[in-house]
T-cell receptor, first 116, second 114 residues
Framework: AQTVTQSQPEMSVQEAETVTLSCTYDTSESDYYLFWYKQPPSRQMILVIRQEAYKQQNATENRFSVNFQKAAKSFSLKISDSQLGDAAMYFCAYRSLETSGSRLTFGEGTQLTVNP | DSGVTQTPKHLITATGQRVTLRCSPRSGDLSVYWYQQSLDQGLQFLIQYYNGEERAKGNILERFSAQQFPDLHSELNLSSLELGDSALYFC?????????????FGEGSRLTVL
């Protein structure tokens, strides 16, 4: 079974600065997706960014980018020019492509605080 | 708006009672997933349905059951409720068998058991 580990329960960053959230995962599969979801105080789950494992190029969405290291099974999220609205719980998630229609497996989350 | 609708948004009930949570997936999505999020914890997978049939089971208690109807909406039934069942219950949907993208989440149903 796949597992996802987020070793930073809490992180903080100054507004306009850059922060990196860490995620590692364990799998024997070669085809999969990785995601970062954001959960603000409203508790809504919002997709931030996704990465297909077969793509070598790291995904980027505006101020959000990932550092995907497949061999190391590492998938970190970098938030540039942090804004107050970025404050949320961030979850890393894994989805198998080798099992059709499979579930998402989530890490335990990292609570990000943005200081003005 | 993800297109996934969950009702009710909030529910308060007593121990020993039974409740039903409802989920309408995005139009065209065949798969429905249920997750439980207890206070300050991650999301735990409960169960998945695909086009009316159970596809996968996670850490779902025997007191809990679910089903997906012909119109693809799903219900999660929680019975003999205990204090520890208080949580946020998410429903998510995806296209289905060949879908390789993300899951789309509803806003959740917050259950409080007193």
């Amino acid at each position: 079974a796949q597992t996802v580990t987020q070793s930073q329960p809490e992180m903080s960053v100054q507004e306009a600065e850059t922060v990196t959230l860490s995620c590692t995962y364990d799998t024997s599969e070669s085809d999969y997706y990785l995601f970062w979801y954001k959960q603000p105080p409203s508790r809504q789950m919002i997709l931030v960014i996704r990465q297909e494992a077969y793509k070598q190029q790291n995904a980027t969405e505006n101020r959000f980018s990932v550092n995907f290291q497949k061999a190391a099974k590492s998938f970190s999220l970098k938030i540039s020019d942090s804004q107050l609205g970025d404050a949320a719980m961030y979850f890393c998630a894994y989805r198998s492509l080798e099992t059709s229609g499979s579930r998402l497996t989530f890490g335990e989350g990292t609570q990000l605080t943005v200081n003005p | 708006d993800s297109g996934v609708t969950q009702t009710p948004k909030h529910l308060i009930t007593a121990t020993g009672q039974r409740v039903t949570l409802r989920c309408s997936p995005r139009s065209g999505d065949l798969s429905v997933y249920w997750y439980q999020q207890s206070l300050d914890q991650g999301l735990q997978f409960l169960i998945q349905y695909y086009n009316g049939e159970e596809r996968a089971k996670g850490n779902i208690l025997e007191r809990f059951s679910a089903q997906q109807f012909p119109d693809l909406h799903s219900e999660l039934n929680l019975s003999s409720l205990e204090l520890g069942d208080s949580a946020l219950y998410f429903c998510a949907s995806s296209v289905g068998r060949l879908n390789t993208g993300e899951l789309f989440f509803g806003e959740g149903s917050r259950l409080t058991v007193l």
